[in-house]
């Protein structure tokens, strides 16, 4: 009874230690659900990549432009959206915030690797 009862004990802390495949601990529940949304999506093609920075004092996160003239997304930490830095139609974003490429900081990367989704998360 004993070593059913150790087994079941470990079998349980296995998985509640475990952290979300792919999904760096800490990562805000809004932005499991974009990557969740983004593996969904056949038409990221390279992988998708979300990079983290502190911007203007903040914590954002960055997700790069996919393909042609689409944007790149700036987000702060509860997902909403801040601007668009990069990519569209002139390549240059939307002009709300130009100087998030030279002001940007504290870019340490930490990889999880999805089959469509890259979280690059410092």
Known sequence: M?????SLVLVALVFLSCEKEGVPK????CLERIIKGIKDDYDW???AK????VYEGEKVYYIPPRCCDI?????DVGCNKICSPDG???GTGDGKCPE?????SHG??????FEKVKVLIG
């Open 2 to 6: 004993k070593i059913i009862y150790k």
């Open 26 to 29: 800490g990562t805000p529940e």
């Open 45 to 47: 093609n390279p992988p």
């Open 50 to 53: 979300i990079f983290s920075y």
């Open 71 to 75: 944007p790149g997304t700036l987000l």
């Open 88 to 90: 569209g139609l002139g």
């Open 100 to 104: 998030f490429f030279t002001s940007r």
């Open 108 to 113: 340490e990367i930490n990889l999880a690797g």
